[in-house]
Nanobody, 126 residues
Framework: QVQLVESGGGLVQAGGSLRLSCAAS????????MGWFRQAPGKEREFVAA????????FYADSVKGRFTISRDKPKNTVYLQMNSLIPEDTAVYYC???????????????????WGQGSQVTVSS
């Protein structure tokens, strides 16, 4: 079992920045992929970014490339999502996720992930 606890959401003006954190605990050894997804009201959950815990390879949705950065702090078992140049369309509940043995084609699919955080609200005002 892996537990994920998120922090760092909030309200920010368009053009501003926020950093989300996701602290993992429990059975964290192994080949995990850590992902960030988001869900806006009335919309389906969508992929934002992912990171291979061991190798550090990253994946991004086209909508956030160049603006968001996913990173990890191995000693702290924590993954981050740095969000810059935020726009109102980024408003959503952001979820951290973890899964083992996810192949590349599955990194952008919510169903590939086993463990989920509680979600953090990010609101970008215009």
């Amino acid at each position: 079992q892996v537990q994920l606890v998120e922090s760092g959401g909030g309200l920010v003006q368009a053009g501003g920045s926020l950093r989300l954190s996701c602290a993992a605990s429990g059975s964290t050894s192994g080949s995990y992929t850590m992902g960030w997804f988001r869900q806006a009201p009335g919309k389906e959950r969508e992929f934002v970014a992912a990171l291979r815990w061991n190798g550090g390879h990253t994946f991004y949705a086209d909508s956030v490339k160049g603006r968001f950065t996913i990173s990890r702090d191995k000693p702290k078992n924590t993954v981050y999502l740095q969000m810059n140049s935020l726009i109102p369309e980024d408003t959503a509940v952001y979820y951290c996720a973890a899964g083992r043995g996810i192949i590349t084609s599955g990194t952008m699919t919510a169903g590939s992930y086993t463990y989920w955080g509680q979600g953090s609200q990010v609101t970008v005002s215009s």
